[in-house]
Structures are given as C-alpha cells and as structure tokens.
C-alpha cells in the first residue's frame, strides 16, 4: 500500500500525543524525522522502534526522490518534525506535494499545532484568520509588513524569542501602537503563558521581562 502519513507530535507536554499517532508511527515501515535525534527521545517514550530517516530543510530535496520510490515499492512511511503538524513553518510540503504529483495516498492526522491554541487564548475573532508563519528576516519583510497592516482577518505568527522584542516593535510601527495583539509563549509546557494588550503595552512588558521560550504571536487585523 502506497501511503504517506503526516503525524502531529506534542509541541510541549508529551500527553498530546494522540493514541492513533503512536499506533500509526509503530505501524509504517519508515519515519522521516526532522531530527532524528530529538524525535530518538519521543519514540524511546512511546516504545515505538520504528527505522528513521533523517528529513529536514538541508537534505529533503535530496531525499525526496528515494523517499518516492519507497513508497512506490509498497512501504509506509510517515513524516514527524520536532514538534507541531508537519508542513507548517517545518518540513513537509515538499514530500506531501511529489507524493501527490505521483499518486500516492497522503494522510494528515489531526493534532498539535501550537498556532491554533495561541489564536484561540488570544481572544481576538477566529471566525476568518491568516497564518503567516515567520516572517522573512531581511529580504522582504518590511514589503510583507506593509501589506499586511491593511489585513482585516487576524493574524497569527510564529518568531523566536530573540526576536520577539524587535519584531513587536516593528508591528506597533506599521500597524500602529493601539493595535490588539496577544503573545503566547511554551504553548503546552511547564511555562506555558500568554500575555494580551495593545502593540505598545506588549512592546513595553517585553523590554522589561526578556522572551524566553517558544512564542506565537497574534494581532488583530484592521477595522473596516
């Protein structure tokens, strides 16, 4: 059977894990892994003894033609990042997109993702809302920024907590200092926190109490 499983792994407390995750990952012939050495840890907890294979960003162009012909052989496989769904701001996409190009069956599981409980915590509207990932760090983000302060859906974002700070302040700049926003941080962890305000009130908390951790951003997107 030709077929491809995207498996969701916890992005903080290891009780996220669904139950259908771990019998998947015992199940498939093969594993490609974001970091085989950080998934080690997940599996080990899990008995589950399955071959990986390393699959990151620096190797999966190279890969994804050999993994393409496992499966056309009739194996199994199934792709973990360190943490969170697949695919989303971590490798994935490409794998997923040839699978599809050379008809062979893809299944997405449902579960973690540490953007949909930062928007929810956030208590800005979810009924229409923009994930937007990282944002380019040099080329191109202020473009990016630009069109995005006329974005009226909420938007999610994901950054690293050295450049949390600097990036906050960059929206109070373009989208304004009054503007609602929400910053979640260690989503599912011991330090699990989140803390709301305007662009200036969140600029002012995270100059006085240094980012640590994980983090989500979410802003409020213009009024109309």
């Keep these: 059977m030709m077929k491809l499983y995207i498996v969701p792994t ?7 894990m669904t139950f259908r995750a771990i019998s998947v990952l015992k199940e498939v012939d093969f594993i490609l ?22 699959h990151h960003k620096y190797n999966e162009h190279q890969s994804v033609g050999s993994v393409i012909e496992m499966l ?11 943490a969170g ?11 997923v997109r040839e699978c599809v190009r050379n008809g062979i069956d893809v299944e997405c599981l449902p579960g973690a993702t540490a953007a949909i409980p930062a928007l929810v915590n956030s208590g800005l509207p979810m009924d ?16 990016r920024l630009t069109q995005l302060a006329t974005e009226s ?7 690293s907590p050295y450049r949390v700070l600097k990036t906050l302040q960059q929206f109070a700049e ?3 200092p009054e ?38 951003i979410v802003i409020k997107g213009v009024e109309s």
């Design 33 to 54: 892994a974001e970091d085989t050495r950080t998934s080690s840890v997940l599996l080990k907890h899990f008995d589950i003894h399955t071959r990986m294979l390393a």
């Design 85 to 95: 769904t697949p695919g989303l701001s971590d490798p994935g996409f490409l794998i």
């Design 72 to 82: 056309k052989g009739g194996q199994t496989g199934a792709v973990i990042s360190d």
């Design 128 to 143: 229409r809302f923009c994930f937007e990932g990282f944002l380019p760090q040099k080329k191109g983000r202020q473009t």
């Design 179 to 216: 503007r609602e926003g929400s910053v979640s941080r260690e989503i599912s962890k011991v330090h699990n926190e989140t803390v709301h305000g305007t662009l200036a009130e969140l600029v002012d908390h995270f100059t006085t109490t240094p980012p640590k951790g994980e983090f989500v």
């Design 174 to 176: 373009v989208f304004g």
């Design 153 to 159: 859906r909420t938007m999610v974002f994901y950054e």
């Design 10 to 16: 916890p992005v903080g407390n290891l009780d996220d």
